[in-house]
């Protein structure tokens, strides 16, 4: 597998540290509102990243932070009359209703930056005592970024560069404009730790270093993100987590693309800025996490409703050809065919497609266009003159799954007890309706069917038996 390395801006060989095993940290959110549908492309892109990964059998040990304490989360309590603990626990769990709905599975660990307060004081303290920090007479501590000679590698910028478009705002007392805060003395009212260097809280930069070195090691295999946190977000952790350990911070950076909203930026003052748990209560989740994976994930892409509906319209598709399979399973009456050694091998060919885009820097998109050249084999395999065997349909369904596992876009649900209950009441409706049609008596099946059709249930009468789906 080749991955787009941001650090050497070129492809390379994925090689993990230890044989077998992928360690990967994501930066998570800022937990003081709900998510908005850029921060949802890290979340589904990376979460592909570890499925295959998984998928190509490796063990994945997947990191990512809450942010659970920050200038914004102390805002939002003192707006709401509440505490910082409050509002953050109440969008991280709003974060993963959204995460569970775009088919995101769980992290390995979701370790927050309150809960790792010690091991951020030692490493602020290294970093003092190295030399590469140092305590500014407010009560902050800074990043020296001049002590570390490569500050700018990962941005491809170098410190004069950076700093020529630097400015230091009135009241800061920090070294050099680039540097930046490892830690903040306590404001009147603010929440607070204690430490060595005076009572405050960690800056925004360096709870990642901690966590991943804590979780993970010095040095991780991956660490990700999107392409706004290169910098500095990412530029400041690799300062000070080598500066630190005196080794490399991560082997490879990937970054995805930026989102549009109408060929426009998104942004709160164009009025165009859209929550997941927006578009997810008009669209559903299922077309958001396929309009996020169906292009490449370096290229920027665009959300406009017309979009989302042709995502709406490729789901479709999928979904037809899965309930067309497992319904032709189900009815099958030939248990072999002598052309099914030739029609597994003509299926198999879309899976090795399938590994070859995704072997190629996770080209979700070249992907998911062979899972569509495999839904039209599969529909012309299935189509109502054909009578493929128990055994062919078996495998392309287990082939269908096993390639929609990685990506996730057919989110396919176990059904409800309810849900159950009303499959079992039109099943038993469309037995009756075949009765009526047997003993001709075609008023009483015509009224079944439009009854069904009442509650949203469309029949499709086939050489193998009635099918049904919702409208």
Excluded at 174 to 179: A, E, L, R, V
Excluded at 288 to 315: G, K, T, W
Excluded at 382 to 392: H, I
Aim: glycine share 6%.
């Amino acid at each position: 597998m080749k991955i787009y390395n941001t650090l050497s801006k070129s492809k390379e060989e994925f090689v993990p540290i230890t044989p077998g095993t992928a360690n990967i940290y994501a930066c998570g959110p800022t937990v003081y509102n709900y998510i908005h549908i850029g921060n949802a492309r890290p979340l589904c892109v990376f979460d592909i990243l570890r499925r295959y990964l998984e998928y190509r059998g490796y063990k994945v040990n997947f990191v990512q932070n809450f942010t659970d304490i920050d200038d914004k989360i102390i805002k939002r309590a003192t707006e709401e009359n509440t505490d910082y603990k409050t509002v953050a626990e109440r969008y991280i769990a709003e974060y993963k209703t959204d995460a569970k709905g775009l088919g995101v599975k769980a992290a390995t660990i979701n370790p927050k930056a309150t809960e790792n307060i010690a091991e951020i004081i030692e490493l602020v303290s290294t970093l003092i005592e190295k030399g590469h920090a140092y305590l500014a007479e407010n009560g902050d501590v800074y990043f020296n970024t001049k002590s570390f000679e490569q500050y700018g590698k990962l941005s491809h910028q170098n410190l004069d560069e950076l700093e020529a478009g630097a400015r230091i705002s009135v009241g800061e007392i920090k070294n050099d404009p680039m540097d930046f805060a490892l830690w903040k003395a306590a404001k009147p009212g603010e929440p607070f730790w204690t430490s060595p260097f005076g009572n405050g809280r960690p800056g925004w930069h360096i709870e990642c270093s901690a966590m991943a070195g804590k979780y993970l090691g010095k040095t991780i295999d991956i660490h990700c993100g999107g392409q706004d946190l290169i910098f500095p977000h990412h530029e400041n952790e690799v300062a000070q987590s080598e500066c630190c350990n005196d080794a490399a911070f991560a082997n490879y950076w990937m970054h995805n693309g930026y989102i549009n909203v109408d060929n426009r930026k998104m942004s709160k003052s164009l009025n165009n800025f859209f929550t997941v748990r927006d578009v997810a209560e008009k669209y559903g989740y299922e077309p958001i996490r396929y309009m996020l994976i169906s292009s490449h994930y370096r290229s920027p892409i665009n959300y406009s409703a017309e979009i989302i509906e042709q995502c709406i319209a490729a789901l479709e598709r999928l979904h037809n050809c899965y309930d067309n399979l497992v319904f032709t399973l189900q009815n099958s009456t030939a248990e072999q065919n002598p052309t099914d050694d030739e029609l597994t091998k003509k299926l198999l060919t879309h899976k090795d497609a399938f590994i070859k885009a995704m072997d190629d820097d996770l080209n979700t998109a070249d992907a998911i266009a062979s899972i569509f050249e495999l839904c039209r084999d599969i529909n012309t395999m299935t189509a109502p003159a054909e009578n493929p065997s128990k055994k062919l349909c078996e495998f392309a369904l287990q082939l269908f799954n096993e390639l929609n596992d990685v990506i996730g876009v057919v989110q396919i649900k176990a059904e409800a007890s309810d849900e159950s209950g009303f499959a079992a009441e039109v099943e038993a409706l469309i037995e009756q309706r075949q009765q009526a049609r047997k003993n001709k008596d075609f008023a009483a099946a015509d009224k079944i069917r439009d009854d069904l059709k009442a509650k949203g249930v469309i029949l499709e009468d086939t050489p193998l038996g009635v099918k049904w789906k919702r409208a």
